[in-house]
């Protein structure tokens, strides 16, 4: 663990990362709760933040699920 | 032909920023800007059968749609926010003509001006500490006192467990406050995002901080270094940025005082 402590840090320092090496996670953060919201007369946006992070969990727990054994070791079943 | 909206990535004062041809937008749509009222407006066209509604629903699920999207968006944003003060807009932001933009940026043209000046000349910062898990459930070796059965062994072992969770968890948070009001001191405003899933992070760790702070360019070393001096103290810290100020743009700009347009 200690060798990640300053991960993130060095590259930063002297610069901004390329778009293409910014964690997505990171970027997510930023694009689902920041930015200027405008609502009303457009066609659409994404207003509800909830929605996205749900996708997102529904996606990853069934990729997971899909190539993982369960890693509670609770006995579910594996779904495939 | 597939119908066209109009998506909308950023927005800045009229003079000073970047020239938008060979800027790639989402779904690898050039760049254009639409000038109106002293403000530009970063736009490209976006096909509605991807973007509208319904689809949209759909494309959300896709995570690569997602990953393709927002950094598409992204590269955009950092492109006008490397030479210009910009207010980035939110993810996916689609307006069904040019016209409806330039309108925009004439109704809202002084909420955009108060939050492009208070943008200009900073930058935003991410900090994100992460405190490490005590070991769960002790697995084997346990001290069986003589005389106890293995499952009050057990139990005590596991009460003991969560008390020393509880103790790391608080001081944890406690040691995050200490860096958030640290850094916080630094900048010229801040504000917490949600802790991130582990399974989106990657890592283990409780997060305990997520935070962003608007930072003056002049005081970004003063930052790091305040930044630096937090270090060793229990929490592994991370830093991103300097980012557009995406986290300090998140006006809404509702129609509740625009009923004059319906």
Known sequence: MTSEVSRGAEP????????????????????????????????????????????????????????????EGLGEPVRR | ????????????????????????????????????AGLVAYVSAVPLDRFGEEPLRRSLEDLDWVEATARAHHRV????????????????????????????????????????????????????????RPAGTPSSGGREQEGESPGTAYLKRRQASLHDRDTAWRHAVTEAERVDAALSAVAVASRRHRPQDPELSGREEWMVLNGAYLVDDDLADEFVATLDTLRGRGLDLELTGPWAPYSFTDIDLGTAEAPDDV
């Open chain 1, 12 to 71: 930063t320092r002297r610069g901004r990362l390329p778009p293409e090496r910014v964690a997505l996670v990171d970027l997510l953060d930023r694009l689902l709760a920041g930015g200027v919201v405008v609502t009303g007369d457009l066609v659409l946006s994404i207003a509800d933040v909830d929605l996205v992070r749900i996708s997102l969990r529904v996606l990853i727990t069934s990729i997971t699920e899909a190539t993982m054994i369960d890693p």
């Open chain 2, 77 to 132: 944003v950092e492109a006008v926010s490397e030479a210009v003060a910009t207010a980035p807009v939110r993810l996916v932001t689609v307006y069904t003509g040019e016209e409806q933009v330039s309108a925009l940026l004439e109704r809202r043209h002084d909420d955009f001006a108060e939050v492009l000046s208070h943008v200009a000349g900073r930058r935003e910062w991410g900090v994100k500490a992460y405190a490490g």
């Open chain 2, 1 to 36: 032909m597939t119908e066209t909206g109009t998506y909308v990535y950023a927005i800045a004062h009229g003079a000073g920023g970047p020239d938008p041809s060979g800027l790639e937008g989402v779904a690898g749509a050039p760049v254009r800007t639409i000038e109106h």
